[in-house]
């Protein structure tokens, strides 16, 4: 992971795949007039669907249904696992053993992965998905202790030519992150480790080294703004959790860490809170969402909830994100948590709720001036 957060090299940029078709042996490298007139995207969906394939299998209709709604330009999902009959296992990316993978294709050397691909093609290859170009980011294998990291990108096709930096994917083993360079920004969608509850389980020092090359990322990033989504496993202020005291004496099995900063719920520590923040000052960045929604909304402010059943029934956080550069905050026209209440309307089966993100087309040029002219 740490050479992800490297500069990408000018040079690679010849290895980079764009939305339209690959250019056979003999063909014109020129940009054509239709993919010029080609916008980026506006409209944005995250979502982690804790396991897309029983989404597909037994959620699939209402998903559709909003995405026809909604009408996204781009999709990033995470949590990408597999399930077979009641074992949980993690569908790695194709390539023999010791060799490198292809972590745009999905493995399928067993019956069960192959069944498993096809019922997840299927889904994809129908309305309205068919009319996005999806990628993945997919682990390196199936055996780790932590289940799933896999990431999916979709993007529909009127949008930009846009590039996925696969230098950077490479080094990424748990599929964690996916990174592309459109026109006019950078898109990156993640899905952060949880912290975990014990510091001897070395989920600490995880984390804290995840938040160190984000952290460093955004800071390296120049050039274009950055537009950050995904699961991201924190919630930052009081403000985005349903009941603060709880979260805060969260324990499990009554262990309680040394470090103060390090005490409750993993997503709402102290710790983890504090560098979430600095990662916003540093890097210059906005919470979308709490840009436009300053209030405390307990309806639809949230986008994870526990377990209905149990002491986590009504107990929401709000970990999924949409964080921008500050220079495209003038262009949210809305951001908002898909689902809603404690039965988890809009959720369509997973632990999280779809959130979306929209923009206004950026300003040309003489646009840009004349306002600068304005603030003077």
Not at 284 to 313: Q, T, V
Not at 327 to 343: F, P, S, T, V, Y
Request: net charge neutral.
């Amino acid at each position: 992971m740490k050479r992800f957060f490297k500069p990408i090299e000018k040079e690679c940029s010849a290895k980079k795949p764009a939305l339209s078709p690959s250019k056979k042996d003999g063909e014109t490298t020129e940009t054509s007039s239709e993919e010029n007139s080609k916008k980026d995207p506006l409209k944005f969906v995250t979502w982690n669907a804790n396991s897309l394939l029983l989404r597909v299998k037994n959620n699939w209709p209402e998903f559709s249904n909003f995405i026809t709604t909604f009408d996204p330009d781009v999709i990033a999902l995470q949590f990408i696992v597999c399930s077979v009959i009641a074992w949980e296992v993690r569908m790695p990316a194709a390539g023999s053993k010791d060799a490198p993978k292809n972590h745009q294709e999905l493995k399928d050397d067993t019956k069960a992965s192959r069944e498993e691909k096809l019922i997840l093609m299927r889904a994809l290859s129908s309305p309205p998905f068919k009319n996005y170009q999806i990628w993945w980011s997919l682990a390196d294998s199936k055996g780790s202790s932590d289940l799933v990291k896999y990431l999916a990108f979709s993007c529909i096709s009127e949008c930009s030519v846009f590039h996925f930096l696969l230098s950077a994917l490479k080094y990424e083993p748990d599929g964690r992150v996916i990174l592309a360079e459109f026109e006019t920004f950078y898109l990156l969608n993640t899905y952060a480790p949880n912290n975990g509850w014990k510091e001897e389980e070395n989920s600490f020092q995880r984390r804290r080294k995840w938040d160190k090359r984000i952290q460093e990322f955004v800071l390296q990033c120049s050039g274009k703004p950055l537009i950050w989504c995904g699961d991201l496993n924190v919630s930052h202020e009081e403000i985005d959790v349903s009941h603060p005291e709880f979260f805060a004496a969260a324990k499990l099995n009554g262990y309680v860490p040394p470090n103060k900063e390090d005490w409750g719920q993993p997503g709402f520590t102290i710790a983890e809170r504090k560098r979430f923040g600095a990662i916003l000052k540093e890097g210059r960045l906005i919470d979308a969402y709490r840009f436009l929604h300053k209030e405390k909304d307990m309806d639809c402010g949230f986008s994870w909830s526990g377990n209905p059943i149990g002491k986590y029934r009504g107990k929401r956080m709000r970990i999924d994100y949409f964080i921008v550069s500050e220079e495209l905050k003038d262009r949210i026209i809305a951001c908002e948590m898909q689902g809603h209440g404690i039965e988890l309307e809009g959720f369509y089966g997973s632990d999280h709720c779809p959130v979306s993100l929209e923009l206004s087309e950026a300003s040309s040029d003489s646009e840009k001036k004349e306002k600068k002219n304005l603030d003077v």
